[in-house]
């Protein structure tokens, strides 16, 4: 009788899900490759078949995780053109909507202290996802006189930063998450403040 957890013979997939659930209860460092095999309903042993340990088999976490929020960033940046400004705004939003649903796989990315020149395959995923931002950052910027236009890396980074902001305070079930403002609506006007400052668009925008 097969082991509960252990699904359709997908051993690797399980221990990725188990996982997950492991890293929402407990965060990316708060379990051990033990609790992820009894969880899968499997050996401890059995985990090293595909996974050198627990950094690897976070990594694989990882990686799924931005591949799906590579995917979410793209099509938000498709589905909010023609507006460069819209297209803009829509890959905060969908850095939110990840967030909040995907919670496990956020915190694997961007709290496990993973290092990306380790693990070179999550750091071409990753690329991918801020590639989609400084896309939209180029297109918004392109109108700027070159000598006067902020890099695109640099500008994306902030914005990116400002994202991560909100989700750790507000969007998270933090104890500071209790906004007087939907975190939607809260990353809108920073993105819209910060472009203003740099001349990006009109103050009546």
């Known amino acids: 009788m097969p082991k509960r957890g252990y699904h359709h013979g997908n051993l ?21 490759v033990a609790e992820a095999a009894k969880l899968a309903g499997v050996t401890p042993a059995a985990v090293y ?13 990882a990686l799924q995780g931005h591949r799906i929020f ?10 909010g053109k023609p507006s460069a400004l819209a297209a803009f705004e829509a890959t905060g939003r969908a850095y939110l909507a990840f967030a909040r649903k995907f919670p496990g796989h956020y915190m694997a990315m961007f709290e496990s202290g993973l290092s990306i020149q380790a693990h070179p395959e999550l750091g071409a995923a990753a690329d991918r996802s801020r590639a989609v931002l400084e896309r939209a950052a180029e297109a918004l910027s392109e109108n700027i006189p070159a000598d006067r236009r902020p890099p695109a890396a640099m500008f994306a980074s902030h914005v990116w930063a400002m994202s ?17 403002f939907p975190p939607e609506d809260l990353l809108e006007a920073g993105i819209g403040i910060y472009l203003r400052g740099l001349g990006l668009i009109k103050p009546d925008d």
Do not use: C, S
């Open 12 to 32: 690797k997939q399980a221990l990725v899900e188990a996982a997950l659930k492991l890293i929402e209860e407990k965060g990316p460092a708060g379990f051990t």
């Open 70 to 79: 590579g995917d979410l960033l793209e099509h938000a940046y498709a589905n």
């Open 49 to 61: 078949r595909h996974f050198h340990g627990r950094e690897a088999l976070i990594a694989e976490v």
């Open 164 to 180: 991560h902001g909100v989700v750790e305070l507000f969007a998270r079930g933090a104890p500071g998450a209790q906004a007087p």
